[in-house]
């Protein structure tokens, strides 16, 4: 009996510890859905919360509290004073930069996200143009909780394959790669919606300058793999192969979708470096215009061709942009960091061979079929 | 080790039939030759009850019984009629006198005293110390009906009844064979019940039976009256909530087990037989599932295992999401289900508790209650107290639909016993989650999974065939193979002959 005596306390002690716990009853707390950080006024940081709040009235409120502090921390304790709920993170979707704090450095609010257990790793984060504290302020007529429409703004663009993912697992690990620069998603208010206006990319944390939206299908050409993807290139009248039909247009744009892509990339030059990017993409004509016969399969051959030419063009001028602002967002310094031995890469010492880094680049595009039509 | 037991298990056998054949010792009263003194002996005995007839028949016969115990068609027919027309003298051709199968003759008085208690007439004849016990009782039993508690749409409609020869008789019919084998013993000091040992030679593991029958045969208690108490007496380890006996009213099941390897028990006066060993996955496999085919037999029992996994965990997930883990609801269900919880003033262990204690309530009272009023309180509990509790605002209306579901959930175990169980852990797993959020419902978890690890029945591990792996079982457990699959019998009972058939590489057939 004294053995199950030994057992009976051992196991009742621990009830002892249940005061110990901290509880966060779903209806007594206060969700973060959504939070932005501008450079403040008075202090170093500005604050704004997009709170959601149960009310006893079977309604749900979200209040957008800004306040200023030097620490997130320190803002979560004063949003909590001006919110009859206590205030928790654990429901965090969307984190926003002001344009002035990206350019400043994001490095922090990356590392105090990932540093907080409760913070979960897939939340989006986005630069917002201007401040952060007017978009989510402004009474949008048609959006009542502006942290979750952000939240599925970004998500539905993003698996539709028109964004770039930029959640905080991988920001935070193109961070500190040594051969990755980090983007993001730019979103602005458009009257009376949310917009996404292009990409911001960073060198070392500091945002250094920014790409129209249009070009998102380049850099996701170039950075990875398309499953399912839509996009639309226009041909040059230069493009434009001259027997392709009689009377040549100025320009012919071209719609694509059910696009899949498979990138190769290969160091061919370690010193300089050099790279050959090899992209090959399949995929479904869904728009053309003026007609071009595609049932004829050398007007399609050359239709490809000339695709593809224009593709290797567009990808070059995206290359050399981001070249000129040092921002290596396609992880060319991976490639170059597992091909070379002892490589020793640094931050520092990508960028400078980044700068003059010589991208080779080869699209091969295949048109399966060309949509169905009665 | 186990606890000490209320009840004492002696070392020595107890008799096992009224046949005493050991040399009567001096305190045991032995019969006389004269009339009187033999009717006052028996009276003494038996506390002289107001049911208990003397008979003459002349010129020196004396019938002595118990009225409500014999069948009075027999005694009048084959025993009095034959006593006044045969010429008898000796006890030796009252025997040869009378058409009665058991007859019997003892100068023993406790011998006799035990089988007037039985049903027998006694026959004493002037002049003669030898008494004839002629065996004729009375049975009440009710008829065969369906099982009420453990119904199927599929098979047999039988179940046991409270008579022991019924049911042996019943179980026969299944397992035409001179292989089963029926063991009879009486236990009860004070209430001298039989309880039937069977099994079928050649395919149960010896040392099983030899386990079970001194487990009975070292049972010394004064009564037993149902085969629910006996089976907690003699499985391995009585403080345990979880079942390591199966009871079943379904002759079908209990032969199932046998034809498995297994040994039952029937006692007299219950209709619940016992089937043993049983591992725990087997509580959760209805006989049913054999008789269905096996597509639809496996999705039935996937369904089986996917409602005790809710039951046992979805009001104890709910509690701990929202009291602790907040971050692991998903977005879409944020907003319903803290509006539905924004008037209630209760933190949700609580609100789940209260529920719960709702729903036991209800069916206890269904449970006692006459069956048409059942019914009411059916009505009641679900639709007024639901609605009414939700409206008054007292819990949430998701949980109210967790609560029911995981209740509902619970009633598809085939085994009532398993099913009560598995209610019960359900409260200090809520109980735990709302003390310390998921990390109490994997403490609890664990506690449970190391007590079933624990378990034995009969010896047998309860956790077989997850623990120790026997991948075939394990996979005939989990969903229902296809009869050309499962040649081999179940592990558990350690079957003598492993094999139901000689299993034939399957041909594929021509289309």
Redo the contacts between chains.
């Keep these: 009996m004294k ?1 199950y005596r030994f057992y009976f306390i051992i196991l009742f002690l621990p ?1 002892l510890l ?1 005061g110990c ?7 007594r ?1 206060g ?1 973060v859905t959504l939070v932005g950080y501008d450079v403040g006024k008075e202090e170093r940081m500005a604050t704004t919360s997009a709170v ?1 709040e ?7 409120n979200v209040e957008v509290v800004t306040t200023e502090n030097s620490t997130s921390k320190g803002n979560r304790v004063k949003t909590n004073r001006k919110l009859s709920k206590k205030v ?1 993170v ?2 965090m ?1 969307v984190v926003l930069f002001g344009e002035e704090l990206a350019k400043d450095d994001i490095h922090r609010y990356i590392d105090a996200h990932l540093e907080n257990p ?1 913070v ?1 790793n897939s939340l989006y984060m986005a630069v917002a143009e201007g401040e952060v504290a007017p978009l989510l302020e402004y009474e949008y007529q048609n959006i009542d909780d502006i942290g ?1 429409h952000i ?1 599925r703004l970004l998500e539905q663009n993003i698996e539709q394959e028109n964004m770039i993912s930029s959640t905080l697992h991988e920001v935070g690990r193109d961070l500190y790669s040594e051969g990755e620069d980090i983007f993001m998603p730019i979103i602005k208010r458009e009257e009376e919606l949310v917009e996404l206006s292009g990409i911001a990319i960073f060198k070392n944390g500091k945002m250094v300058s920014s790409l129209r939206p249009e070009d998102t299908f380049y850099v996701k050409l170039i950075g990875g793999n398309y499953k399912s993807g839509t996009f639309e290139t226009i041909l040059t009248k230069e493009e434009i192969p001259d027997d392709l039909m009689k009377n040549k247009p100025d320009e012919i744009p071209i719609a694509f979708d059910a696009l899949t892509s498979e990138k190769e990339l290969k160091l061919i030059n370690k010193n300089t470096p050099e790279f050959d990017l090899n992209i090959t993409i399949k995929t479904r004509l869904t728009e053309i215009y003026p007609d071009v016969n595609i049932g004829d399969p050398k007007t399609v051959k050359k239709l490809e061709e000339a695709i593809s030419k224009n593709l290797s063009r567009e990808i070059s001028r995206v290359i050399a942009y981001c070249q000129s602002v040092e921002s290596d967002i396609f992880a060319f310094g991976d490639k170059y960091r597992s091909s070379v031995r002892n490589s020793k890469l640094t931050k520092e010492k990508w960028h400078e061979l980044y700068k003059n880094m010589k991208v080779n680049v080869k699209v091969d595009l295949t048109i399966l079929r060309s949509g169905v039509f009665e | ?1 186990k606890f000490p037991l209320p009840f004492s298990k002696s070392k020595h056998n107890k008799e096992k039939a009224p046949e005493e054949t050991a040399a009567p010792r001096k305190d045991i009263g032995m019969m006389t030759p004269l009339k009187m003194d033999f009717v006052q002996l028996i009276k003494d005995a038996t506390q002289d009850p107001s049911d208990l007839i003397v008979k003459d028949i002349p010129p020196n016969i004396t019938l002595i019984y118990i009225d409500n115990l014999v069948n009075d068609q027999v005694l009048t027919d084959h025993v009095i009629s034959n006593l006044q027309k045969k010429s008898v003298d000796t006890p030796d051709s009252i025997k040869a006198a009378l058409s009665i199968p058991e007859i019997n003759a003892s100068t023993r008085l406790d011998v006799i005293v035990k089988s007037i208690v039985t049903g027998s007439v006694l026959i004493h004849m002037e002049g003669h110390s030898q008494v004839i016990m002629a065996n004729i009782p009375k049975l009440e039993s009710r008829s065969l009906s369906t099982p009420e508690n453990e119904s199927q749409v599929i098979g047999a409609q039988v179940g046991f009844n409270e008579s022991l020869s019924t049911n042996i008789s019943l179980i026969r019919r299944y397992i035409v064979s001179p292989d089963l084998c029926n063991e009879k013993f009486i236990v009860g000091r004070r209430t001298n019940i039989s309880v039937a040992l069977l099994y079928i030679n050649g395919i149960a593991n010896e040392q099983m039976v030899n386990t079970l029958r001194q487990r009975i045969t070292d049972l010394d208690v004064d009564s037993l009256l149902d085969s629910a108490v006996l089976s907690e007496m003699i499985d391995d380890n009585s403080m345990s909530a979880f079942p390591q006996m199966l009871l079943t009213e379904r002759p079908d099941r209990f032969c199932d087990g046998l034809i498995n390897g297994k040994l039952g028990i029937v006692v007299d006066g219950s209709s619940m037989a016992i089937v043993c060993p049983q591992s725990f996955i087997e509580f959760f496999q209805s006989r049913e599932d054999q008789n269905l085919r096996w597509q639809i037999a496996t999705f039935s029992r996937l369904l089986r295992f996917t409602a005790i996994l809710l039951s046992v965990f979805l009001t104890p997930i709910y509690v701990g ?7 692991v ?1 998903p ?1 879409a269900f ?2 319903p ?3 539905s ?4 003033p209760f ?2 262990v609580f609100e789940a508790l209260l529920l719960e204690f709702i729903i036991e309530l209800l069916r206890e009272a269904g449970a006692r209650l006459p069956t048409k009023i059942g019914q009411t309180i059916g009505i009641v509990g679900g639709i007024v107290i639901g609605t009414a509790a939700v409206q008054a605002g007292i819990t949430s209306n998701i949980l109210l639909i967790f609560v029911a579901l995981s209740a509902l959930a619970s009633f598809t175990t085939p085994s009532y016993m398993m099913g009560n169980v598995i209610r019960l852990i359900r409260f200090p797993i809520i109980i735990l989650a709302g ?3 998921f990390y109490g419902i994997m403490l609890a978890f664990c506690f449970i999974l190391i007590h079933l690890l624990r378990q034995t029945s009969l010896g047998a591990p309860y956790l077989s065939p997850f623990y120790p792996p026997r991948l075939k079982g394990l996979a005939n457990s989990i969903i229902r193979l296809p009869y050309p699959l499962t040649s081999k019998r179940p592990e558990v009972a350690r079957p003598v002959d492993k094999e139901k058939y000689k299993p034939e590489p399957i041909k594929p057939e021509n289309s």
């Design positions: 053995k009830s249940i716990v901290e509880t966060n009853i779903l209806d707390v969700l959601r149960v009310n006893p009235e079977f309604q749900s928790v654990g429901q979707r409760t979960s979750q939240f | 080790m999401a929202l009291t602790f883990h907040y971050e609801i977005q944020l907003v289900l803290s509006e919880r924004a008037l209630v933190p949700p003390f310390w959020g």
